[in-house]
């Protein structure tokens, strides 16, 4: 069709590589001939007739809009651009002209008939198969998962969010996806960067506590064992000093659940929960027993994630149940045996998604603020350092004082809030919204019934607690170092011969580094522990120049750590010879204690 001269080359192009987009694009009926009507000419320029009949630029024409957007920092060569809205293609056309190999342009395009004129207009085919270029359909989980796909430019590079100006006159969809995505990109960024810090903090804890979880038991018993149970979430906030008092004079019939550094917070008060939670893996997590009384702690049951600082472990006075987190060893080795949660970053979050797994009927929040007012960022007894760099205000309009990680928390708890429906109580004490949880004073939480459980549901609950504090059976793992030591070397040698001609085995090097990432990613057993030696790698990929000796360098000492961590989880997570695998387990103990 003459007014979309390149559509059928670039829906051909996105066939095999972005099925759901194409898909998406069939679903909404888009008719190219009625498609093709809406593109005029307008001052001597294609614009895009509106429902209203007018057209998209008729205030002013495209370059006053993309003027800048082709600029490009030194260290956007490795990065994103998400782009919302893309009309004719003018400001993804800005965007692709001046793009470095490495920058791959992410689009998101809520209107099909759109897309179509846009994918008629400009031949995009090369830039689609080099994947330099992906297209979305409007859906929060494929954008969600397109984006997780693309960490190697979270980490290596800067990205960049463009909102197109003029598509903003067509609808609301525009504005409600950039917020979906702005807000998405923020978490990323920060989930990415404490991957990149911490990812080898994290796993090496799990291994640590590999064996020990096991002896400790599993939540895996807890789910729906907490149906008809109302429960209340104590947080550290300092509206936590207003209800505390109440709700250890008058506790009702509830679960009460907390996080383990904010015991010390309700020894004064004498508010014993039912269980507390500990998800943070840095070492910071011991000072908590500096102000924690062993004896207030002891009887309270401690569920703690397994990248869990293994010496808070080891001092904390009461049972422990581990659970398995997502990004962990136990995202591929157990799923298959064990839950594996999406913890989030904040253990209020955390608490929320478990009880709600645990089938409890209905939530209650205290002292979950997200913000203050002031200097005073906790309750009595909570450590009291966070520096406010985030301003919110509050349901009477004053201003609070909150952090990005805070913010980001208040928005996961509102998202859980609507996405699980499940009736939530906030005890308000002037702290941040949080929206879809009804505000309550203590006397009205308690005529709401938020401190009421079904009969006998909350014993049940409890013994069901007690019960999972029971030894299990470890997973046996078979080794494989040899052949990882093997292809690893192989893989090295080959790198040797391209380094010495850098120029002419550019190609080969490239898929060399492909080949080695992949191969790094290919035992879902080694690799959360591998994270950052595979993302070293895809980080070579996006090189503009040539594989040469500085490259070999990072190769060999990338290859080093995947060998010394590879024997490392051999050890701490048990892993036997093929023979010894298919032994009796009495012959394997005598084994490894004769070893």
């Known amino acids: 069709m003459e007014r979309l001269p390149h559509l059928t080359r670039n829906l051909e192009a996105l066939a095999g590589r972005m099925t759901a987009t194409l898909e998406w694009i069939k679903s909404q009926m888009v008719q190219p001939e009625a498609v093709a009507e809406r593109i005029v000419n307008h001052a001597g320029r294609l614009d895009w007739r509106m429902e209203n009949g007018a057209t998209l630029f008729a205030a002013a024409a495209p370059p006053v809009f993309y003027k800048d957007w082709g600029a490009m920092e030194e260290r956007d060569a490795k990065g994103l651009t998400v782009l919302v809205g893309v009309n004719l293609g003018y400001g993804l056309n800005e965007i692709l002209k001046s793009a470095p190999p490495a920058h791959t342009v992410l689009v998101v395009e809520p209107r099909a008939e759109v897309l179509v004129a846009c994918l008629g207009q400009t031949d995009y085919s090369p830039f689609i198969e080099a994947g330099r270029l992906i297209i979305l359909p409007p859906d929060e989980n494929a954008i969600y998962e397109a984006l997780r796909r693309v960490d190697v430019h979270f980490v290596f590079g800067r990205i960049i969010f463009r909102g197109d100006m003029p598509s903003r006159q067509m609808g609301p969809e525009y504005d409600r996806l950039g917020r979906i ?12 960067a404490t991957l990149r810090k911490k990812q080898d903090t994290m796993v090496g804890n799990e291994l640590s506590n590999f064996k020990r979880a096991f002896e400790d038991g599993s939540v895996a018993r807890l789910q729906g064992a907490a149906a008809g149970v109302s429960a209340v979430i104590l947080g550290a906030g300092p509206s936590l000093e207003m209800f505390a008092a109440n709700m250890a004079q008058s506790p009702g019939h509830a679960c009460y659940a907390t996080a383990l550094q904010t015991l010390p917070a309700l020894q004064k008060y004498g508010l014993v929960p039912h269980f507390c939670m500990a998800i943070d893996y840095s070492r910071g997590m011991r000072k908590v027993f500096k102000r924690l009384d062993p004896e207030f702690a002891k009887g309270i049951p401690l569920l703690y994630s397994t990248k869990l600082d293994p010496e808070v472990l080891e001092n904390y006075p009461g049972p422990a149940i581990p659970f398995w987190t997502r990004g962990g060893l136990g995202t ?16 209020s979050v955390t608490l929320y998604r ?13 002292g979950m603020d997200f913000a203050w007012k002031g200097d005073h960022s906790h309750a009595g007894g909570h450590h009291n350092n966070v520096k406010g760099s985030v301003t919110l205000e509050n349901a009477d309009g004053e201003t609070l004082h909150s ?17 699980l429906g499940l009736p939530t109580g906030c005890l308000y004490g002037g702290g941040a919204v949080i929206q879809g949880a009804q505000q309550l004073d203590f006397s009205k939480a308690v005529m709401e019934g938020f401190f009421a459980s079904e009969p006998g549901s909350l014993e049940h609950f409890t013994n069901a607690v007690g019960a999972a504090h029971a ?3 470890a997973p046996v793992f078979p ?6 030591n093997t292809r690893l070397r192989q893989m090295v040698k080959e790198f040797e011969k391209l380094a010495k001609k850098p120029e002419r085995n550019a190609a080969q090097s490239f898929e060399g580094l492909k080949r080695l990432n992949a191969f790094l990613r290919s035992d879902p057993v080694f690799l959360p ?12 990929t996006l090189e503009t120049r040539p594989f040469g000796p500085q490259e070999l360098s990072k190769v060999r000492q990338i290859a080093k750590r995947v060998r010394e961590k590879v024997r490392r989880m051999e050890e701490d997570m048990g892993f036997v010879a093929a023979e010894e695998r298919n032994a009796p387990p009495s ?8 070893a």
Do not use: H
């Open 181 to 192: 995505i702005r807000n998405t990109l923020e978490n990323m960024s920060v989930e990415f």
């Open 332 to 347: 591929y080795a157990l799923a298959d045996r064990e839950p594996v949660f999406n913890a989030g970053t904040n253990v």
């Open 354 to 366: 478990l009880l709600a797994w645990m089938g409890v009927g209905r939530i209650l929040l205290a």
């Open 403 to 419: 952090t990005l990680s805070y913010t980001t928390a208040l928005r996961d708890l509102i998202g859980d809030i609507r996405r």
């Open 471 to 473: 030894p299990q059976q």
């Open 479 to 484: 080794s494989r170092s040899q052949q990882w």
């Open 529 to 540: 522990y591998l994270y950052n030696e595979f993302m070293d790698v895809a980080g070579l």
């Open 587 to 594: 012959r394997r103990a005598g084994k490894r204690r004769a």
